[in-house]
């Protein structure tokens, strides 16, 4: 069968964190822009949950999603999957400086919940919590009944 290979990464620092996690630190050091208060935007869908946090003008600062965490399939529209992509911006936003939080909710996922209790758990102050989910006001004439 062959001898087994160990492959050993060079430049590891032996932290214990997960491969898609950042260092606060290290995202301290990347961004120049500090601030103390933001905004989230939390898109929940039924695959997957995106959460965005922008400074007060609109600017995205940072973004992750549950399948950039590494989750796959099925486990990407779980509230477990929303609250650890929650807890990852969280840590983001403390290390640049982020106090006070606004958060706007779009979609119907399950994650919706779960992330807004997993920044609450961080020590973020909520400023308010605004549901943004496009509603259709009747939408467009549906189509003629087909005739054969």
């Given amino acids: ?11 590891t620092d032996g932290s214990d964190s997960p491969a898609g996690a950042v260092a ?22 039924y695959n997957n949950t995106i959460i965005t946090f922008t400074d007060d003008q609109g600017g995205t600062l940072f973004w992750s999603s549950s399948g950039a965490l590494g989750f ?13 992509v929650a807890e990852l911006l969280a840590e983001k936003s403390k290390a640049i400086g982020v106090t006070d939080v606004s958060i706007y909710v779009k979609g119907v996922g399950a994650g919706r919940e779960s992330a807004i209790r997993a920044f609450a758990s961080n020590g973020l102050n909520i400023n308010f919590i605004k549901d943004i989910t496009p509603l259709p006001h009747n939408g467009t004439k549906a189509p003629k009944v087909r005739r054969v």
């Fill in 24 to 45: 606060p630190k290290s995202i301290a050091k990347k961004l120049k822009h500090r601030t103390a208060t933001g905004r989230m935007f939390i898109s929940s869908t």
């Fill in 72 to 84: 796959k399939g099925a486990k990407k529209g779980t509230p477990f999957a929303a609250s650890k």
């Fill in 1 to 11: 069968m062959g001898k087994k290979r160990v492959i050993k990464k060079s430049g």
